[in-house]
């Protein structure tokens, strides 16, 4: 068994385990019950090695599978990384997300060792070491969001930095960055009955809340999305206080004063300032 094929190399299979080629050199032996094969860098493959364990139901016996996996690079060293209580740590689970967190970035892959995350670069660098329960990259390079699973098994959102410095502290649902104006949302819906959606700068200063869901937010204006009991959207313009209602399917930050509206199956530019809309450029 073996993975989608992203680059040069080919698996093989000998004595019914799996390894990969390129051409006819072997570069990683053929001693895995699956393998996914480098990803497209093609610096990156993930092995596994298949486990029984007897089932702990003590009235029936039933042996249930699993998989644990190595990372291993093109010159055959696997993965080692130290976890947030400084073990050392070669071996991995494959969860369902494994092979779609090796695949999905170029320079970067998140590995999973005693449900907790922690993010890798394709050099085998550890970028992160105190494990989070997910972890996703940002649009602003220097920030990572990253979740964790509170004593009461809540998941609340956050905001870290490269040092694993804490930005914005794990109140939220979600988090989402404008890069353009330098701010972070964070939503509060579901987590925090009747608490304010936020927004900061990047040092992490609250700069604004508001009672409304935020699904933008730009240093002249909030773009508020109502759900009930129809869909649409509220511009606010924060210097003059004004609502203007805007009727959009969805909407995407275009420029500091501009957005993207969809309207039925078609894209517009939005002017905050003057509410204006024309066509996009073909």
Request: glycine content about 6%; overall charge positive.
């Given at each position: 068994?073996?993975?989608?094929?992203?680059?040069?190399?080919?698996?093989?299979?000998?004595?019914?385990?799996?390894?990969?080629?390129?051409?006819?050199?072997?570069?990683?032996?053929?001693?895995?019950?699956?393998?996914?094969?480098?990803?497209?860098?093609?610096?990156?493959?993930?092995?596994?090695?298949?486990?029984?364990?007897?089932?702990?139901?003590?009235?029936?016996?039933?042996?249930?599978?699993?998989?644990?996996?190595?990372?291993?690079?093109?010159?055959?060293?696997?993965?080692?990384?130290?976890?947030?209580?400084?073990?050392?740590?070669?071996?991995?689970?494959?969860?369902?997300?494994?092979?779609?967190?090796?695949?999905?970035?170029?320079?970067?892959?998140?590995?999973?060792?005693?449900?907790?995350?922690?993010?890798?670069?394709?050099?085998?660098?550890?970028?992160?070491?105190?494990?989070?329960?997910?972890?996703?990259?940002?649009?602003?390079?220097?920030?990572?969001?990253?979740?964790?699973?509170?004593?009461?098994?809540?998941?609340?959102?956050?905001?870290?930095?490269?040092?694993?410095?804490?930005?914005?502290?794990?109140n939220y649902s979600g988090i989402k960055v404008n890069t353009i104006d330098s701010l972070i949302v964070g939503c509060s819906a579901g987590v925090r009955v009747g608490a304010d959606d936020d927004v900061y700068d990047y040092s992490g200063k609250k700069v604004g809340?508001?009672?409304?869901?935020?699904?933008?937010?730009?240093?002249?204006?909030?773009?508020?999305?109502?759900?009930?009991?129809?869909?649409?959207?509220?511009?606010?313009?924060?210097?003059?206080?004004?609502?203007?209602?805007?009727?959009?399917?969805?909407?995407?930050?275009?420029?500091?004063?501009?957005?993207?509206?969809?309207?039925?199956?078609?894209?517009?530019?939005?002017?905050?300032?003057?509410?204006?809309?024309?066509?996009?450029?073909?």
């Amino acid at each position: 068994m073996f993975g989608q094929i992203y680059s040069q190399t080919t698996p093989f299979k000998n004595n019914l385990k799996w390894g990969i080629k390129q051409n006819d050199k072997v570069i990683i032996d053929a001693v895995y019950d699956t393998i996914f094969n480098f990803d497209i860098s093609g610096r990156v493959c993930l092995g596994c090695v298949k486990f029984r364990n007897p089932s702990p139901n003590k009235f029936i016996k039933v042996n249930t599978t699993g998989y644990v996996c190595n990372y291993v690079n093109n010159n055959n060293k696997i993965l080692t990384i130290k976890n947030d209580i400084n073990d050392t740590c070669s071996v991995f689970s494959l969860s369902k997300n494994s092979v779609k967190e090796l695949y999905e970035e170029k320079n970067y892959f998140i590995v999973t060792t005693k449900n907790k995350k922690y993010l890798i670069n394709k050099n085998f660098n550890q970028l992160t070491f105190k494990g989070y329960t997910t972890i996703s990259l940002c649009t602003n390079p220097n920030f990572l969001i990253v979740e964790q699973k509170q004593d009461g098994g809540e998941l609340l959102s956050g905001l870290i930095n490269l040092k694993e410095e804490i930005i914005i502290d794990y109140n939220y649902s979600g988090i989402k960055v404008n890069t353009i104006d330098s701010l972070i949302v964070g939503c509060s819906a579901g987590v925090r009955v009747g608490a304010d959606d936020d927004v900061y700068d990047y040092s992490g200063k609250k700069v604004g809340n508001y009672k409304r869901h935020i699904d933008v937010a730009t240093k002249k204006f909030i773009i508020h999305k109502i759900f009930e009991p129809n869909e649409y959207y509220i511009v606010y313009n924060i210097e003059t206080k004004q609502d203007v209602v805007l009727n959009a399917s969805e909407i995407k930050l275009h420029n500091a004063y501009e957005i993207l509206i969809k309207l039925r199956s078609e894209w517009f530019i939005y002017n905050l300032t003057t509410n204006e809309k024309k066509s996009l450029p073909h």
